[in-house]
């Protein structure tokens, strides 16, 4: 191991992991609201059975379809190098940050999904019952329970999202897998590079872990005494 190679590639590795954070809690932060917004479309149609929301449930079942089966690389291509034929221009960042979105909402979507549905019906019958409207009781009632059960797997979405972030050096971005493969090709220091690479992986995937297992069980502990 290069330890003198190690020290000098430290400053490019700490700005390629702030650029990864960053571009993961916009990803993961946009995607959550889309993911909910989605969700409730489908949670609100099967109840009240509108043309409206039939119509909109059709398209956001197309979306997760279609956000879920396709690779992040081929929307990041698409954003950054299809869309500048259409005369739309976009940042690699913004790319980046679209396409983490466009791919995380899919998968929210269906975690809040079934955090909704694992809530049982008579807690919905009960509200109406003591005369809570429908916005009400999804608010204060059902989402409550549905978030704590939901936990688990949007954890593990908002994980997937950040090592998602590893092929977005394809539009550019400086992010780490981009300064791990540069430093390769440029010094063939490939232990060191990937040593490295791992290590800030491990220091940015590592405390989200750690929190989102506390707030599984804070929010367990809150809803259901467990």
Do not use: H
């Amino acid at each position: 191991m290069n330890l003198e190679f190690m020290q000098g590639a430290l400053p490019l590795y700490a700005s390629a992991l702030l650029l990864t954070l960053r571009i993961s809690l916009l990803g993961i932060v946009l995607s959550l609201v889309l993911g909910l917004l989605c969700s409730l479309v489908l949670y609100q149609r099967e109840r009240e059975r509108s043309r409206a929301l039939w119509g909109l449930g059709k398209l956001v079942c197309v979306y997760i379809e279609f956000s879920r089966n396709t690779p992040l690389l081929i929307q990041l291509f698409f954003l950054y190098y299809a869309l500048p034929k259409l005369g739309l221009m976009l940042s690699n960042e913004e790319c980046a940050v679209i396409g983490l979105t466009f791919l995380g909402g899919g998968y929210m979507a269906e975690s809040f999904r079934s955090g909704l549905e694992g809530v049982s019906r008579v807690q919905f019958e009960l509200g109406l019952s003591i005369g809570l409207k429908p916005l009400q009781l999804v608010r204060f009632v059902i989402f409550p329970q549905a978030l704590a059960l939901a936990v688990p797997a949007l954890g593990a979405n908002c994980i997937f999202l950040i090592k998602e972030t590893s092929v977005v050096s394809i539009v550019a971005l400086p992010d780490l897998m981009s300064v791990a493969k540069e430093l390769i090709g440029m010094y063939y220091n490939t232990l060191e590079a990937l040593f490295l690479l791992v290590l800030c992986y491990l220091l940015l995937l590592v405390p989200v872990s750690f929190l989102l297992t506390l707030l599984e069980r804070k929010l367990r502990y809150a809803e259901f005494g467990i």
